[in-house]
Each structure stands twice: as structure tokens, then as C-alpha cells.
T-cell receptor
Framework: NAGVMQNPRHLVRRRGQEARLRCSPM?????VYWYRQLPEEGLKFMVY????????ESGMPKERFSAEFPKEGPSILRIQQVVRGDSAAYFC????????????FGDGTRLSIL | QKEVEQDPGPLSVPEGAIVSLNCTYS??????FMWYRQYSRKGPELLMY????GNKEDGRFTAQVDKSSKYISLFIRDSQPSDSATYLC??????FGAGTRLTVKP
């Protein structure tokens, strides 16, 4: 499967724990984007990364959220000290080129906070 | 005001109907738009994109942009039950509408 791979597909955490969501882009893609989707709402942009660089994090909450895309390995979206309001589907997308080219999405990680 | 607005529906049509899905945008600098289809429990799938005013056709799907009225449309001809999904419009910088949930009944 050469598509965008996200894992885990489902993640359950208790309030105060940390959540780590992983994303492997499509082969040949070096640009990664993270989005959050709440029920009955559209996708909300969070952050845009290239290898080892954060290009645009204008959609990221200022606290508890961080993202990285290391030279080797998948991109990670990290949420510290999770709260109930963090429950959502988190989607990763990748593109081959700069800026906001047409993007290819993974099937998301559904995060549930108990 | 959101930069891309979309009627969330839901929209229900009989099989074979022509479906019209619409979005409006507020930023006249937007030149490039995309339509995504999202099945339940899946990620969005790029359906079509268009760079400028006018129509773009791909099989049963036609995307239309009217820059004068800042209106984006997706038309689906001969709709099929397999078209039942949520359709999302997006601007070039990935600002999404809320999505319209479409059901095509056999």
C-alpha cells in the first residue's frame, strides 16, 4: 500500500495522559499536513511540516500540542495532558511539492478521551 | 465569516438524479479549489481540482467556479448509491468547508 499510513487507527487515553499519533507519507512525498475533524465539522488545518522543519503551525493550539517530521521515520503529532475536548479524528495528508498542492490523506486516527 | 462556507445538508436524492453541491468563499485571492469525497470512517479522497473560472469535467463529475459570485459547485450526473458520502470543498490553502453529506437512494 503506497498511500498515507496513519497509526493507530483508534487511540483511547484518559485525561492527563499523552497521545502520540503517527503518519507515514506517501512514497516520494516530503510534505506532511495534520488536520483535526470534529463530528459534523469540516477539516481544520493544524500544521504543515517538511523534513525536520515546521513550515506553518498557525492552526496548532499554543499549548500541549506539538508536531515533528524527523529526517528518518514518520511524522508525529503529540498531545500532552489530553482533555475531553481533544477527542476527534486526526488526519494526516502528504503532498509531493511545496505549498498546498493537492494532498493525499490517510484514514485518520480516532482519538477518544475517557 | 468563514473563508469557505458549505451547506452541511444532509442531501438525499434518488438514484440517477443530478446532484448539485455548492460552496461560497470570501477571499477573492483564492484561485484554486478542490473537491474531496469522504466515506464514513475514511480519509478524504481528492475528487477534482480546478485552477480558474469555468468548468472542469471528469466522467460524471463537473466542477465549476464562478469568480464573480465567489461560488464553487460540483455536479454529479446519473448519481449512484456508491456516491453516498460527504463532499468537502477546499481552497488552495486547504481551508475546508464543513462538508455536505449526500445519500443516493436506490
Amino acid at each position: 500500500n503506497a498511500g498515507v499510513m496513519q497509526n493507530p487507527r483508534h487511540l483511547v487515553r484518559r485525561r492527563g495522559q499523552e497521545a502520540r499519533l503517527r503518519c507515514s507519507p506517501m512514497k516520494g512525498h516530503s510534505h506532511v499536513y495534520w488536520y483535526r475533524q470534529l463530528p459534523e465539522e469540516g477539516l481544520k488545518f493544524m500544521v504543515y511540516l517538511q523534513k525536520e522543519n515546521i513550515i506553518d503551525e498557525s492552526g496548532m493550539p499554543k499549548e500541549r500540542f506539538s508536531a515533528e517530521f524527523p529526517k528518518e521515520g514518520p511524522s508525529i503529532l503529540r498531545i500532552q495532558q489530553v482533555v475531553r475536548g481533544d477527542s476527534a479524528a486526526y488526519f494526516c495528508a502528504s503532498s509531493i511539492g511545496q505549498g498546498h498542492q493537492p494532498q493525499h490523506f490517510g484514514d485518520g486516527t480516532r482519538l477518544s478521551i475517557l | 465569516q468563514k473563508e469557505v462556507e458549505q451547506d452541511p445538508g444532509p442531501l438525499s436524492v434518488p438514484e440517477g438524479a443530478i446532484v448539485s453541491l455548492n460552496c461560497t468563499y470570501s477571499n477573492s485571492a483564492f484561485q484554486y479549489f478542490m473537491w474531496y469525497r469522504q466515506y464514513s470512517r475514511k480519509g478524504p479522497e481528492l475528487l477534482m481540482y480546478t485552477y480558474s473560472s469555468g468548468n472542469k469535467e471528469d466522467g460524471r463529475f463537473t466542477a465549476q467556479v464562478d469568480k464573480s459570485s465567489k461560488y464553487i459547485s460540483l455536479f454529479i450526473r446519473d448519481s449512484q448509491p456508491s456516491d453516498s458520502a460527504t463532499y468537502l470543498c477546499a481552497s488552495y490553502d486547504m481551508r475546508f468547508g464543513a462538508g455536505t453529506r449526500l445519500t443516493v437512494k436506490p
